[in-house]
T-cell receptor
Framework: DAGVIQSPRHEVTEMGQEVTLRCKPISGHDYLFWYRQTMMRGLELLIYFNNNVPIDDSGMPEDRFSAKMPNASFSTLKIQPSEPRDSAVYFC????????????FGSGTQLSVL | GQSLEQPSEVTAVEGAIVQINCTYQTSGFYGLSWYQQHDGGAPTFLSYNGLDGLEETGRFSSFLSRSDSYGYLLLQELQMKDSASYFCAVRGRSNYQLIWGAGTKLIIKP
């Protein structure tokens, strides 16, 4: 299995631009989580989906952030417009219902907003 | 509120044993997990405790005491490659959402 796949690995953009981060979860996993990690705030859960349906988006900072999961194998996190304070590493993670407690993380997207 | 407390940094010597503690305060409890994250990498799962006691996986062990809202990760025979940050995380509800500690940076000296 290829694991959770995220793209791009690095993204550098200018303030005000739209940013789209992509994630392909592990096949068969029915939960998908978007996290943001910074030195100041640690790991923050932004939103998570179960069977492609958003369950809790209370961690999404503001209306500039949106996430979609059109099917079981693809999700996007969009920031529009981006701001310098959005600079962070964004992780996508997935897991399946039941079984063990493992949460599998993608390699992350290092986002820098100038 | 809900919170997890773990030391920000621990230093140990190669070949030694180190224990990283985690205390939690959550409205519910389904289990305590530990994750390892190397600099520039992603968190990777290490262990899980759903019930009281010790779980062992090779050089790593994890312990849980639900009555004390406390757990720890024990790393034995430390190797330089164990230098990383270690996070405890609690599943407070049945919906698999995790509450994360701030992480403990483990520094290993030769």
């Amino acid at each position: 299995d290829a694991g959770v796949i995220q793209s791009p690995r690095h993204e550098v953009t200018e303030m005000g631009q739209e940013v789209t981060l992509r994630c392909k979860p592990i096949s068969g996993h029915d939960y998908l989580f978007w996290y943001r990690q910074t030195m100041m705030r640690g790991l923050e859960l932004l939103i998570y989906f179960n069977n492609n349906v958003p369950i809790d988006d209370s961690g999404m900072p503001e209306d500039r952030f949106s996430a979609k999961m059109p099917n079981a194998s693809f999700s996007t996190l969009k920031i529009q417009p981006s701001e310098p304070r959005d600079s962070a590493v964004y992780f996508c993670a997935s897991r399946r219902t039941g079984g063990d407690e493992k949460l599998f993380f993608g390699s992350g997207t290092q986002l820098s907003v100038l | 509120g809900q919170s997890l407390e773990q030391p920000s940094e621990v230093t140990a010597v190669e070949g030694a044993i180190v224990q990283i503690n985690c205390t939690y305060q959550t409205s519910g409890f389904y289990g305590l997990s530990w994750y390892q994250q190397h600099d520039g990498g992603a968190p990777t799962f290490l262990s899980y405790n759903g019930l009281d006691g010790l779980e062992e996986t090779g050089r790593f062990s994890s312990f849980l005491s639900r009555s004390d809202s406390y757990g720890y990760l024990l790393l034995q025979e430390l190797q330089m490659k164990d230098s990383a940050s270690y996070f405890c995380a609690v599943r407070g509800r049945s919906n698999y959402q995790l509450i994360w500690g701030a992480g403990t940076k483990l520094i290993i000296k030769p």
